[in-house]
Nanobody
């Protein structure tokens, strides 16, 4: 499966952005899609994930109640709605896919930069 992320940009603290990740290829083999992020000088960290078949989601504590992950089956697209953004949310955000035959996220899209100014 191939993943194409988009939607990043520059926003002021307190603002909102919506990221999109479009999946192509063997989309019927997707177990789940997730968002990770990596800030300068830091390790990549998990943000949110959604199980493709049932739509259940889980979040990192740092974004819970501010970010919402959702999917559009018809478009094979997952979204990350980010509200109440903080400067510490600044990072490159990556979309990742976990396939039915895998126990890890091993399909990655290119990153999209999110910058939150104070």
């Amino acid at each position: 499966v191939q993943l194409q992320a988009s939607g990043g940009g520059l926003v002021q603290a307190g603002g909102s952005l919506r990221l999109s990740c479009a999946a192509t290829g063997r989309t019927f083999d997707i177990y789940g899609l997730a968002w990770f992020r990596q800030a300068p000088g830091k390790e990549r960290e998990f943000v949110a994930a959604i199980r493709w078949s049932v739509g259940s989601a889980n979040y990192a504590d740092s974004v819970k109640d501010r970010f919402t992950i959702s999917r559009d089956d018809a478009k094979n697209t997952v979204y990350l709605r980010m509200n109440s953004l903080k400067p510490e949310d600044t990072a490159v955000y990556y979309c990742a896919g976990r396939m039915l035959t895998s126990s890890r996220y091993d399909a990655w899209g290119q990153g999209t930069q999110v910058t939150v100014s104070s």
